[in-house]
């Protein structure tokens, strides 16, 4: 198992372009470690918003009754992707934006994949 900042070191030394990068916690959208490229860029006000979105749609796999498990989200801008992905338990996710003319996402989406497993 690894600490959130020790995830947090590992996604920046593998996508070192990135935008921003938290591990928030799903029940209080509250970053347990953070890290942006961007000074202005407010990943506390991110993580929150972004906890909506996690939560907002786990109550709609419940309410399909779909008997499946969140897995990852992508949310697509004009010069951004934003990427949440749960952890194994769901008790925390990790949310990633990266600039899209410079990241491949399924090498994001891959590394993101790998340090959430250990996030338990």
């Known amino acids: 198992m690894t600490t959130p900042k020790q995830t947090i070191d590992g996604i920046k030394a593998e ?7 938290a ?5 209080t959208g509250m970053p347990l470690a953070s890290h942006s490229n961007i000074a202005d860029f407010d ?3 991110a993580a929150a918003y972004n906890t ?3 939560k907002s749609k786990l109550k709609a796999v419940q309410a399909l009754k ?3 498990t969140l897995q990852d989200i992508l949310l697509t ?4 992707l934003h ?5 194994p338990s769901g008790d925390k996710f990790i949310y990633l934006a990266v600039n899209s003319k410079d990241t ?3 090498q994001a989406r891959q590394i993101m994949k790998a340090h959430s497993a250990s996030l338990n």
């Open 83 to 87: 990427l949440l992905k749960l952890s």
């Open 104 to 106: 491949n996402l399924a």
């Open 52 to 54: 909506e979105v996690v």
């Open 23 to 27: 591990v928030v916690e799903t029940e």
């Open 77 to 80: 801008l004009t010069d951004q």
């Open 43 to 45: 990943i506390e006000t």
């Open 66 to 68: 779909l008997n499946q």
């Open 15 to 21: 996508l070192p372009t990135l935008v921003a990068v």
